[in-house]
């Protein structure tokens, strides 16, 4: 199985629910196809997105995730890069590359900036849990202990000034968010 297309088909029906699809519907839409999958791949699908989620720990994710919703928290943080994931492989591929220009490009951040979404559009809180919830509510006598990781942010509120000069496009998105 090929986890970036079940992500995609998730992120697919999603789109049918909403303009700006969020990462809690797609992963709402994971959680419904996991249950069809064998324990040991919904076990290695919860390694894959774990692994996938870590990829995005870096500091202008954490300041995009600062830009959207006026604060960072290590469980904010956290569903804002399992959120990404939840982008679908393109766009979470193109904001690893370049998370400037890829998430300032993004229809769904141009919304938010606009106010036409929710600042939480992008976080997936549902998608982080998805494969745990799964397994236990199959297996609960044997559940396995997969644990949420929770790393701490490398951008907190002190680094609010570097902004506008590392993420300049997104600080022309969400220009009063870069003020102290």
């Known amino acids: 199985m090929e986890f970036w297309d079940l992500i995609d ?4 029906e999603a789109a049918h629910m909403a303009e700006w699809p969020s ?3 797609v992963g709402d839409a994971v959680a419904r196809r996991l249950p069809g999958l064998q324990p040991v791949q919904i076990l290695e699908f ?5 692994g996938q989620a870590a990829m995005a720990d870096h500091w202008e994710l954490g300041a995009a995730c600062y830009l959207f919703s006026g604060y960072v928290s290590e469980d904010g943080f956290a569903e804002f890069r399992f959120g ?3 982008l679908g492989r393109a766009d979470f591929h193109r904001v690893l590359a370049e998370p400037d220009a890829g998430l300032a490009a993004l229809p769904v951040v141009q919304a938010i ?6 600042p939480f559009t992008v976080h997936a809180e549902r998608l982080q849990s998805a494969a745990s919830d799964t397994y236990g509510d199959r297996y609960w006598e044997d559940r ?20 506008p000069t590392r993420l ?4 022309a998105l969400f220009p009063k968010r870069a003020v102290l």
């Open 9 to 12: 088909a998730a992120r697919a």
């Open 23 to 25: 990462g809690m519907q």
């Open 46 to 50: 919860d390694l894959w997105l774990r």
């Open 84 to 86: 990404l994931v939840a």
């Open 113 to 118: 900036a606009a106010g036409h979404a929710s």
């Open 144 to 163: 396995a202990d997969l644990p949420i990781l929770h790393p701490a942010p490398h951008f907190t509120r002190a680094d609010v000034p570097l902004i």
């Open 168 to 171: 300049p496009g997104l600080h």
